[in-house]
């Protein structure tokens, strides 16, 4: 996405984002609820992700060092405190993380 790489240039590291629209529940054990998520400052993450060469490296070369384990890069980036721009993304924007998803790909691609 173009946008995501003119905000990078801009701040170093942007996303593709759209902000939560589902209720979002915290529980501790996975069975009952604790609280209800104030949303409205929830965003979900997408792709692409952009950066500037020498940030990630930064990032990634930090989250390396401590052995942590990061869901996506932009994590790395919040590890060295870059800021990373937030920009919002069409709907869709699906990604395959678990085997369901393959359906709904497919039936996009049809």
Known sequence: ?????A???ETGAAVAAQPVTDTIKET????????TVDRSKLWSVQTPQTFRVEVIRRA???AREKNLILTDDAAACELIGQPVRLVA????NP????P????FVESLVR
């Open 60 to 62: 990634i070369s930090a």
């Open 1 to 5: 996405m173009a946008a995501t790489i």
């Open 28 to 35: 501790a054990d996975g069975k009952i609820v604790l609280r």
């Open 95 to 98: 990604k395959v993380t678990v």
């Open 100 to 103: 369901g998803d393959l359906q």
């Open 89 to 92: 993304s069409a709907t869709p």
């Open 7 to 9: 905000a990078a240039r």
